[in-house]
């Protein structure tokens, strides 16, 4: 016997992604967050197309637990921010 998990509905997968997204901004490092708002959307493209419930259930339950983990580095990133900006950020300010 398998246990299903519930499908996530149409509200709920935007609310994931924009949470990712928000999550990605509270990083002090240039770089890491453009890494985690690439691999937000990235990820989310790549998962689209799925149609299987368990599947689209299993890739949703992944992302909020990428969600959690990013939370807490965002916390730890914030304890030993660089002393200097990227030159990106001092491009586009």
């Known amino acids: 016997m398998t246990a299903t998990l519930p499908l ?18 509270t990083f002090p490092d240039y770089n ?14 790549h998962n689209r197309n799925l149609s299987e419930s368990l599947s689209i259930s299993s890739a949703f339950s992944e992302g909020k637990s990428q969600l959690d983990v990013a939370k807490r580095q965002a916390v730890v990133y914030s304890l030993y921010a660089p002393p200097l900006k990227s030159i990106m950020e001092l491009q586009n300010p």
């Open 8 to 25: 996530p509905s149409k509200p709920q997968v935007l609310s994931l992604f924009r949470s990712l997204l928000r999550v990605s901004h």
């Open 32 to 45: 890491i967050r453009e890494y985690i708002k690439r691999r937000t959307i990235d990820a989310f493209r």
